[in-house]
């Protein structure tokens, strides 16, 4: 499974800024939480994309199951 085209430019656009508002925490001298929140939301995305993943993962694994165990009837 791959992430659609337009979902993969949203999350490197989002990724991208958020790499860029680290580097201006990281450039100027700020408390620590300062520095956490982009932090934060990278694995917020990460997560996002894996939860994603798993729930559509589990649900294919569910359907295969179900279709590789089922009998065929013939009439």
Not at 22 to 28: C, P, Q, T
Request: hydrophobic share 55%.
């Amino acid at each position: 499974m791959r992430l659609k085209w337009y979902v993969l430019i949203f999350l490197i656009g989002w990724c991208s800024l958020v790499m860029l508002f680290l580097l201006v925490m990281l450039a100027k001298e700020r408390d620590i939480i300062d520095i956490f929140l982009p932090i934060f939301m990278l694995v917020f995305v990460y997560a996002l994309t894996m939860i994603g993943f798993k729930i559509e993962s589990n649900q294919s694994k569910d359907d295969f199951k179900k279709y590789f165990e089922a009998e065929i009837k013939r009439e």
